[in-house]
Antibody, heavy 119, light 109 residues
Framework: QVQLQESGPGLVKPSETLSLTCAVSGYSISSGYYWGWIRQPPGKGLEWIGSIYHSGSTYYNPSLKSRVTISVDTSKNQFSLKLSSVTAADTAVYYC????????????WGQGTLVTVSS | SYVLTQPPSVSVAPGQTARITCGGN??????VHWYQQKPGQAPVLVVYDDSDRPSGIPERFSGSNSGNTATLTISRVEAGDEADYYC????????????FGGGTKLTVL
Protein backbone atom coordinates (compact mmCIF):
# COMPACT_ATOMS: atom_id res chain seq x y z
CA GLN A 1 0.00 0.00 0.00
CA VAL A 2 1.51 3.29 -1.12
CA GLN A 3 1.54 5.93 1.59
CA LEU A 4 2.73 9.52 1.57
CA GLN A 5 3.39 11.72 4.60
CA GLU A 6 4.15 15.42 4.58
CA SER A 7 6.33 17.00 7.24
CA GLY A 8 7.72 20.43 7.96
CA PRO A 9 7.15 23.61 9.97
CA GLY A 10 3.56 24.65 10.45
CA LEU A 11 4.47 28.31 10.78
CA VAL A 12 6.69 30.33 8.46
CA LYS A 13 7.47 34.04 8.64
CA PRO A 14 6.74 36.34 5.70
CA SER A 15 9.62 36.65 3.20
CA GLU A 16 11.16 33.40 4.42
CA THR A 17 11.30 30.03 2.65
CA LEU A 18 8.70 27.33 3.21
CA SER A 19 10.23 23.84 3.24
CA LEU A 20 8.30 20.58 3.26
CA THR A 21 9.22 16.95 2.78
CA CYS A 22 7.07 14.06 1.60
CA ALA A 23 8.13 10.61 2.79
CA VAL A 24 6.95 7.75 0.61
CA SER A 25 6.41 4.19 1.83
CA GLY A 26 5.19 1.10 0.04
CA TYR A 27 6.81 2.12 -3.25
CA SER A 28 10.29 3.08 -4.37
CA ILE A 29 10.40 6.56 -5.93
CA SER A 30 13.28 5.41 -8.14
CA SER A 31 10.95 2.88 -9.80
CA GLY A 32 9.03 5.61 -11.60
CA TYR A 33 5.92 7.79 -11.56
CA TYR A 34 5.72 11.52 -11.03
CA TRP A 35 5.56 13.03 -7.56
CA GLY A 36 3.73 16.27 -7.01
CA TRP A 37 2.80 19.01 -4.61
CA ILE A 38 -0.68 20.55 -4.48
CA ARG A 39 -1.96 23.19 -2.06
CA GLN A 40 -5.32 24.42 -0.87
CA PRO A 41 -5.79 27.78 0.86
CA PRO A 42 -8.39 27.70 3.64
CA GLY A 43 -11.88 27.53 2.15
CA LYS A 44 -10.59 27.57 -1.42
CA GLY A 45 -9.84 25.15 -4.24
CA LEU A 46 -6.87 23.03 -5.21
CA GLU A 47 -3.77 24.55 -6.81
CA TRP A 48 -1.03 22.47 -8.38
CA ILE A 49 2.46 23.62 -7.41
CA GLY A 50 4.66 21.27 -9.38
CA SER A 51 5.84 17.72 -10.03
CA ILE A 52 9.10 15.83 -10.27
CA TYR A 53 10.11 12.58 -11.93
CA HIS A 54 12.46 10.18 -10.18
CA SER A 55 15.19 11.24 -12.59
CA GLY A 56 14.86 14.81 -11.35
CA SER A 57 12.92 16.35 -14.24
CA THR A 58 10.60 19.02 -12.89
CA TYR A 59 7.47 20.86 -13.99
CA TYR A 60 6.16 23.88 -12.15
CA ASN A 61 3.02 26.00 -12.06
CA PRO A 62 3.89 29.03 -14.19
CA SER A 63 2.41 31.35 -11.56
CA LEU A 64 4.78 30.00 -8.88
CA LYS A 65 7.74 28.98 -11.00
CA SER A 66 10.04 31.80 -9.90
CA ARG A 67 9.71 30.81 -6.24
CA VAL A 68 9.44 27.00 -6.32
CA THR A 69 12.02 24.25 -6.17
CA ILE A 70 11.09 20.57 -5.99
CA SER A 71 13.78 17.98 -5.45
CA VAL A 72 13.94 14.23 -4.93
CA ASP A 73 16.12 12.09 -2.67
CA THR A 74 15.82 8.50 -3.86
CA SER A 75 18.14 7.24 -1.11
CA LYS A 76 15.64 8.40 1.51
CA ASN A 77 12.61 7.69 -0.71
CA GLN A 78 11.31 11.21 -0.29
CA PHE A 79 10.85 14.42 -2.23
CA SER A 80 10.79 18.01 -1.08
CA LEU A 81 9.27 21.41 -1.74
CA LYS A 82 10.83 24.81 -1.22
CA LEU A 83 8.78 27.95 -1.75
CA SER A 84 10.67 31.19 -1.28
CA SER A 85 9.60 34.71 -0.35
CA VAL A 86 6.33 33.57 1.16
CA THR A 87 3.44 35.88 2.01
CA ALA A 88 0.12 35.37 3.76
CA ALA A 89 -1.30 34.26 0.40
CA ASP A 90 0.84 31.13 0.66
CA THR A 91 -1.03 29.99 3.77
CA ALA A 92 -2.59 26.69 2.80
CA VAL A 93 -2.83 22.98 3.38
CA TYR A 94 -0.01 21.43 1.36
CA TYR A 95 -0.48 17.95 -0.07
CA CYS A 96 1.97 15.64 -1.73
CA UNK A 97 0.74 13.07 -4.23
CA UNK A 98 1.79 10.42 -6.71
CA UNK A 99 0.81 11.03 -10.32
CA UNK A 100 0.26 8.18 -12.73
CA UNK A 101 1.96 10.06 -15.57
CA UNK A 102 3.18 13.57 -16.26
CA UNK A 103 0.07 15.63 -15.67
CA UNK A 104 -1.92 12.50 -14.98
CA UNK A 105 -4.25 11.64 -12.16
CA UNK A 106 -3.16 11.67 -8.53
CA UNK A 107 -4.18 8.31 -7.12
CA UNK A 108 -2.28 8.54 -3.85
CA TRP A 109 -2.26 11.58 -1.58
CA GLY A 110 -0.72 12.49 1.74
CA GLN A 111 -3.02 13.65 4.51
CA GLY A 112 -1.90 17.25 4.03
CA THR A 113 -0.16 19.69 6.34
CA LEU A 114 -1.28 23.20 7.19
CA VAL A 115 1.36 25.87 6.73
CA THR A 116 0.57 29.31 8.05
CA VAL A 117 2.57 32.35 6.99
CA SER A 118 2.59 34.87 9.78
CA SER A 119 5.00 36.94 11.79
CA SER B 1 -3.55 29.85 -19.57
CA TYR B 2 -6.08 27.05 -19.74
CA VAL B 3 -9.17 27.56 -17.59
CA LEU B 4 -11.58 24.92 -16.25
CA THR B 5 -15.02 26.14 -15.23
CA GLN B 6 -17.21 24.27 -12.74
CA PRO B 7 -20.54 25.32 -11.23
CA PRO B 8 -20.02 26.37 -7.61
CA SER B 9 -22.81 24.15 -6.38
CA VAL B 10 -25.11 21.30 -7.39
CA SER B 11 -27.99 19.99 -5.30
CA VAL B 12 -29.74 16.65 -5.66
CA ALA B 13 -32.13 14.51 -3.66
CA PRO B 14 -31.04 11.08 -2.42
CA GLY B 15 -31.51 8.39 -5.03
CA GLN B 16 -31.41 10.84 -7.91
CA THR B 17 -28.60 11.48 -10.41
CA ALA B 18 -26.10 14.29 -9.99
CA ARG B 19 -24.21 15.71 -12.93
CA ILE B 20 -21.22 17.96 -12.35
CA THR B 21 -19.76 19.69 -15.37
CA CYS B 22 -16.26 20.91 -16.14
CA GLY B 23 -15.96 23.30 -19.04
CA GLY B 24 -12.82 24.09 -21.01
CA ASN B 25 -11.80 24.97 -24.53
CA UNK B 26 -11.80 21.71 -26.52
CA UNK B 27 -11.54 19.76 -23.27
CA UNK B 28 -12.64 16.69 -25.23
CA UNK B 29 -9.09 16.46 -26.56
CA UNK B 30 -7.66 16.15 -23.05
CA UNK B 31 -7.80 13.48 -20.36
CA VAL B 32 -9.94 14.61 -17.44
CA HIS B 33 -9.63 13.38 -13.87
CA TRP B 34 -12.12 13.89 -11.04
CA TYR B 35 -11.60 14.09 -7.29
CA GLN B 36 -13.94 13.97 -4.32
CA GLN B 37 -12.96 15.90 -1.21
CA LYS B 38 -14.81 15.74 2.08
CA PRO B 39 -14.22 18.33 4.83
CA GLY B 40 -10.87 17.97 6.53
CA GLN B 41 -9.74 15.17 4.23
CA ALA B 42 -7.39 14.81 1.30
CA PRO B 43 -8.94 14.52 -2.15
CA VAL B 44 -9.80 11.06 -3.44
CA LEU B 45 -9.58 10.14 -7.11
CA VAL B 46 -12.98 8.92 -8.32
CA VAL B 47 -12.59 8.99 -12.11
CA TYR B 48 -9.45 9.15 -14.24
CA ASP B 49 -8.79 9.41 -17.97
CA ASP B 50 -12.31 10.71 -18.61
CA SER B 51 -14.24 7.60 -17.60
CA ASP B 52 -12.14 5.01 -15.76
CA ARG B 53 -12.69 4.23 -12.09
CA PRO B 54 -9.95 3.36 -9.60
CA SER B 55 -10.47 0.17 -7.69
CA GLY B 56 -12.80 0.64 -4.76
CA ILE B 57 -14.82 3.44 -6.36
CA PRO B 58 -18.49 2.48 -6.78
CA GLU B 59 -19.89 2.02 -10.27
CA ARG B 60 -22.32 4.83 -9.43
CA PHE B 61 -19.50 7.21 -10.35
CA SER B 62 -18.95 7.65 -14.08
CA GLY B 63 -17.43 10.21 -16.39
CA SER B 64 -17.70 11.46 -19.94
CA ASN B 65 -15.86 14.03 -22.01
CA SER B 66 -16.68 15.59 -25.34
CA GLY B 67 -16.37 18.94 -27.06
CA ASN B 68 -16.02 21.69 -24.49
CA THR B 69 -17.52 19.85 -21.52
CA ALA B 70 -16.55 16.96 -19.28
CA THR B 71 -19.15 15.54 -16.91
CA LEU B 72 -18.97 13.56 -13.70
CA THR B 73 -22.19 11.63 -13.15
CA ILE B 74 -23.15 10.18 -9.79
CA SER B 75 -26.10 7.81 -9.96
CA ARG B 76 -28.33 6.89 -7.05
CA VAL B 77 -26.83 9.64 -4.94
CA GLU B 78 -26.31 8.88 -1.25
CA ALA B 79 -25.85 11.21 1.70
CA GLY B 80 -22.21 10.13 1.86
CA ASP B 81 -21.58 11.58 -1.61
CA GLU B 82 -21.94 15.11 -0.26
CA ALA B 83 -18.53 16.67 -0.87
CA ASP B 84 -16.54 19.02 -3.07
CA TYR B 85 -15.63 17.69 -6.50
CA TYR B 86 -12.73 18.91 -8.64
CA CYS B 87 -11.81 18.23 -12.24
CA UNK B 88 -8.19 18.24 -13.43
CA UNK B 89 -6.40 18.25 -16.78
CA UNK B 90 -2.91 18.65 -18.14
CA UNK B 91 -2.35 21.80 -20.15
CA UNK B 92 0.34 20.84 -22.64
CA UNK B 93 1.04 24.38 -23.77
CA UNK B 94 4.44 26.03 -24.14
CA UNK B 95 4.64 26.04 -20.34
CA UNK B 96 2.93 22.74 -19.51
CA UNK B 97 1.19 22.40 -16.18
CA UNK B 98 -1.65 20.79 -14.25
CA UNK B 99 -4.91 22.71 -14.07
CA PHE B 100 -7.70 22.18 -11.53
CA GLY B 101 -11.24 23.39 -11.84
CA GLY B 102 -12.58 25.67 -9.14
CA GLY B 103 -14.58 22.89 -7.52
CA THR B 104 -18.26 22.09 -7.12
CA LYS B 105 -20.01 21.61 -3.81
CA LEU B 106 -22.47 18.71 -4.08
CA THR B 107 -25.31 19.00 -1.60
CA VAL B 108 -27.58 16.03 -0.95
CA LEU B 109 -30.96 17.42 0.00
Amino acid sequence: QVQLQESGPGLVKPSETLSLTCAVSGYSISSGYYWGWIRQPPGKGLEWIGSIYHSGSTYYNPSLKSRVTISVDTSKNQFSLKLSSVTAADTAVYYCARQATLGGSCQYWGQGTLVTVSS
Amino acid sequence: SYVLTQPPSVSVAPGQTARITCGGNNIGSKSVHWYQQKPGQAPVLVVYDDSDRPSGIPERFSGSNSGNTATLTISRVEAGDEADYYCQVWDSSSDPHVVFGGGTKLTVL
